[in-house]
């Protein structure tokens, strides 16, 4: 069976330093990757989705970025934190080919202070 | 407009009720469509996944979807204190984009 993990799981920052999350899938191979961003009462937001290593499409312009370093592992990282972007973050897969259903991790839940 | 619409309520109901969960959503080409559980401070959790129109049952849970009306409903039977998490439905056209509701808050009162 497939399992996805992420990490970690609860993360507290200051505004200005670094972040890398880090998410990865086991049970299956050359899956869809995504990235989104769970605000109370607003949804999902897609950040990132990947269809594969190295290639990466944002949805959303900010000062996040995304990488696939291998098959089934999906990083989002950013060089310097802003306040918003604070958030619960969540990885997801789904199948390379017929992708009709989403599998969501555990999530990470980032605070910048 | 919104692609998927979700009334967020809350909706609490007494412990053994049946529960009525909605989206309805604009863009015909939607033909795969989902149901997620999420509790607090969790991943969401795929309850339910329904390929075009029709019913789909699992236990205590129901999936119905009226593409016609476009329009899809999440049944939960004797419903249970267990029950009580926020519920996204999400749908696709196929490709690598799903679309999500913003959730409704479900608590079932013992």
């Known amino acids: 069976s497939q399992t996805i993990h992420q990490w970690p799981a609860t993360l507290v920052q200051p505004v200005g330093s670094p972040l890398s999350l880090e998410c990865t899938v086991e049970?299956?191979?050359?899956?869809?990757l995504y990235w989104y961003r769970q605000a109370a009462g607003r949804g999902l937001q897609l950040l990132f989705y990947?269809?594969?290593?190295?290639?990466i499409s944002s949805e959303v312009p900010q000062n996040l970025s995304a990488s696939r370093p291998q098959d089934r592992q999906f990083i989002l990282s950013s060089k310097k934190l802003l306040l918003s972007d604070s958030g619960f973050y969540l990885c997801?897969?789904?199948?390379?080919?017929?992708?009709?259903?989403?599998?969501f991790g555990p999530g990470t839940r980032l605070t910048v202070l | 407009q919104k692609e998927v619409e979700q009334d967020p309520g809350p909706l609490s109901v007494p412990e053994g009720a049946i529960v009525s969960l909605n989206c309805t959503y604009s863009n015909s080409a939607f033909q795969y469509f989902m149901w997620y559980r999420q509790y607090s401070r969790k991943g969401p959790e795929l309850l339910m996944y329904t390929y075009s129109s029709g019913n789909k049952e699992d236990g205590r849970f129901t999936a119905q979807v009226d593409k016609s009306s476009k329009y899809i409903s999440l049944f939960i039977r004797d419903s249970q204190p267990s029950d009580s998490a926020t519920y996204l439905c999400a749908m696709s056209a196929g490709g690598n984009q799903f679309y999500f509701g913003t959730g409704t808050s479900l608590t079932v009162i013992p």
């Open positions: 049970g299956t191979s050359n899956p869809n």
């Open positions: 990947s269809v594969g290593i190295g290639q």
């Open positions: 997801a897969w789904s199948k390379g080919l017929a992708a009709n259903e989403q599998f």
